[in-house]
């Protein structure tokens, strides 16, 4: 069993940052893949960021490429989204995942365990 908390959304001016933290407990987080989602408000949950077990691979849905940046330090069992140059479509509740194994998905599916979401809105 892995445990996710979200932490760092908030309201944030559009073209402003953010950066989200994932702390993941229990297993050992080395054997997971991990992922970040959103979900706006009568939309179905979307990719955003995945990261490999080691960091060494990186995926990034379109919308956000260039913008965000995942990573993560696994001295502090944590994922990170740094989120710049925010848009007002980028409002949603932001959701990190954990996927057993070496390789990150695209497919929310193919996560294991989820945090409880933390709210991001960016105002226009």
């Known amino acids: 069993q892995v445990q996710l908390v979200e932490s760092g959304g908030g309201l944030v001016q559009a073209g402003g940052s953010l950066r989200l933290s994932c702390a993941a407990s229990?297993?050992?987080?080395?054997?997971?893949?991990m992922g970040w989602f959103r979900q706006a408000p009568g939309k179905e949950r979307e990719f955003v960021a995945a990261i490999s077990w080691n960091g060494g691979s990186t995926y990034y849905a379109d919308s956000v490429k260039g913008r965000f940046t995942i990573s993560r330090d696994s001295a502090k069992n944590t994922v990170y989204l740094r989120m710049n140059s925010l848009k007002p479509e980028d409002t949603a509740v932001y959701y990190c995942g954990a996927r057993g194994g070496a390789y990150a998905s695209r497919r929310y599916r193919d996560y294991d365990y989820w945090g409880q979401g933390t709210q991001v809105t960016v105002s226009s």
């Open positions: 229990g297993r050992t987080f080395n054997n997971y893949a």
